[in-house]
């Protein structure tokens, strides 16, 4: 197993291989959520403002545990530095918005505004087949919901997909 370092930001914990600095956080509110689990070598994190109003912040630099990310810190960092362009020029109603971006003393930013809602595939929390049977899980409650409902969804998503085809991208993990 790899050596891991638990961390906490406003009492919220999250584990690195290594321990990195997040001072750079404290400007922008009070850390509530930490997604350490990301296969990208990316952390994020749910962020509410003094007035109430929650960012989502994607960032790169720090050695992240996922067992599935090969990377390094700099191509993360390069690899996030890269979407900022794609995110401004995909902008879409369904498409998370990017607020702003910018670098760190050991990686790079980036802010967006919050969006209520779940992962539909979020194995490390309910792996198969607990993904499918759990009525926890968010795949499984999203399959409870009226077919007009999920078919409002699709639709969404296939939307977005044409758009993106449309100014020339192919659509990866969405």
């Not at 369904?94 to 969006?115: P, Q």
């Not at 049977?133 to 977005?160: C, G, H, W």
């Not at 993106?164 to 991208?169: K, P, T």
Request: glycine fraction near 6%.
């Amino acid at each position: 197993m790899t050596d891991q370092v638990k961390l906490e930001i406003d009492g919220v914990s999250f584990v690195l291989k290594e321990s990195h600095s997040f001072d750079w956080l404290r400007p922008l509110g009070t850390v509530f959520r930490v997604f350490d689990q990301q296969d990208s070598g990316n952390l994020s994190f749910g962020i509410v403002q003094k007035d109430g109003k929650k960012l989502f912040v994607k960032y790169a630099g720090a050695h992240t545990i996922h067992a599935n990310h090969t990377g390094s810190p700099p191509e993360a960092i390069r690899n996030l530095k890269s979407s900022v362009s794609v995110y401004e020029d995909l902008a879409h109603d369904t498409l998370i918005r990017l607020t702003h971006h910018f670098a760190t003393d050991e990686g790079y930013a980036c802010v967006f505004d919050w969006v209520d809602g779940e992962c539909l595939h979020s194995h490390w929390y309910f792996p198969p087949p607990a993904k499918y049977e759990d009525p926890r899980s968010p795949y499984y409650r999203f399959r409870q919901l009226p077919v007009k409902t999920r078919i409002r969804a699709m639709e969404q998503i296939l939307n977005f997909h044409i758009e993106v085809e449309r100014r020339g991208y192919v659509a990866v993990d969405l």
